[in-house]
């Protein structure tokens, strides 16, 4: 697993984080509408979109006053294929369809 993916992982971790990535799948949003959507202070909410824009999970671009946060789609379905792939052959109990890995 490369550094860029345990940092994604790392900032996925975090329930406000994932809050944040789930608002954005509907769209950009700019930083003060992303605040005003949670029960938290303007600089903790910074603070995450600054981890999550370093995990490369959003991108932001300033238009004129505003700071605008886009979700990077691929990365999550980067890391959505490495979950998939660790988890190919695991044994799930009670299921007799699933292997084991050797």
Known sequence: MSENERGA?????????RGILKLLRQG???AGEI????SLSKPTIS???RLLEEAGLVRSERRGTSIVYTLQANVLEELAAELLDLTAGLRVPGDPKSRRTP
């Not at 992982?9 to 984080?17: N, V, Y």
């Not at 605040?35 to 949670?38: E, L, P």
């Open 28 to 30: 950009s949003r700019a």
């Open 9 to 17: 992982f790392a900032a996925l971790a975090d329930p406000t984080r």
């Open 47 to 49: 603070h995450h979109l």
């Open 35 to 38: 605040a005003g959507s949670f």
